[in-house]
């Protein structure tokens, strides 16, 4: 694995390959690698020739600067995972390298229109704008011809097919599913953060989707997003929201409408803020 952190020898190196006539696959990534990330670097590697992935913890994506000081950050333990799972380049720049305008310098403004005011967008002000610049950024640099990115962040996803549209950029986007640990947390890299007590609680997210899957066709939806937020309040999670939407384009949905439909919860264990969904596959036909 070749190790990158400045752009003009990541873009070199790159065009060589691109010339070659290799194709590019891109897993862009905030460290703190857990399975999760390695599971989109295996898909990487199985779909392109050429597999980069890059860590950067994006200072411009995070609205709570002291969720930013306290993101993981494990960058040895990382470049041996990336290098086991078969990574080609790892790019690892740094601030000034990603932002030489400056952090707080002039960026562009992305029109991700509803997309931004619901849900992650309505609870993490100026967040997607962050996302948005950042792997507008890395996608500049590295011109990957596939872009692999987990269902776990389901709206971020959203986002970023609206960037590719946007910018007209040609990476072709690829969704991989949500890994879980045995007992259904979803893989996040804050879950290092959980002592073992929070780590206990943290399953209830996947368990109270779990429940809302099962209970979808039977419950009116109010009734069924109420039992899940009680059930999540009474387990010491503080919510901030529990919604059922359509997987499409993330509109609210309060019956079922025909369309496919997602699950999406937001709780806080102490500081330590956590996000999981699941897609309700197939129609649910159930008149309420
Ligand atoms: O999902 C993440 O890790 C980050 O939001 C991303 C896409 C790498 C941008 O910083």
């Keep these: 694995m070749y190790l990158f952190k400045l752009t003009g020898d990541l873009r070199a190196a790159l065009e060589q390959e691109k ?14 690698l857990h399975e999760g990330h390695l599971s989109l670097i295996r898909t990487a590697k ?13 200072p411009t994506q995070f609205n709570d600067p002291k969720d930013f000081e306290k993101y993981p950050v494990t960058i040895s333990a990382d470049i041996q995972k990336l290098a086991a799972a078969g990574t080609d380049i790892l790019f690892l720049p740094s601030v000034d390298t990603m932002y030489p305008e400056g952090v707080n310098g002039q960026h562009p403004h992305y029109d991700f229109g509803y997309l931004e005011t619901v849900l992650e967008g309505a609870y993490r002000p100026h967040h997607f704008q962050g996302v948005g610049i950042v792997v507008h950024k890395l996608l500049d640099i590295v011109q990957p011809d596939d872009l692999f990115m987990g269902q776990k962040d389901f709206q971020q996803c959203m ?23 045995n007992d259904g947390l979803a893989m996040s890299s804050r879950n290092m953060r959980l002592d073992p007590a929070a780590r206990q609680t943290a399953v209830q997210i996947s368990k109270t989707l779990l429940y809302m899957k099962e209970n979808i066709k039977h419950l009116p939806f109010v009734n069924l997003k109420q039992n899940a937020y009680n059930q999540l309040q009474n387990d010491g999670y503080q919510v901030d929201y529990v919604e059922i939407a359509n997987a499409d384009n993330l509109q609210l949905l309060d019956k079922p409408n025909g369309s496919p439909m997602v699950l999406l919860v937001a709780a806080k264990l102490g500081d330590i803020r956590l996000i999981d969904n699941m897609v309700v596959e197939g129609a649910v036909t159930t008149k309420l």
Excluded: W, Y
Excluded at 46 to 58: A, M
């Design 159 to 181: 986002i970023i097919k609206r960037l590719l549209e946007i910018t007209g950029i040609p990476s072709k986007l690829h969704i991989c599913p949500t890994l879980r640990e």
């Design 19 to 32: 010339k070659a006539g290799r194709t590019v696959g891109f897993v862009p990534t905030m460290g703190a």
């Design 46 to 58: 199985e779909q392109t020739d050429i597999v980069v992935c890059s860590i950067f913890v994006n």
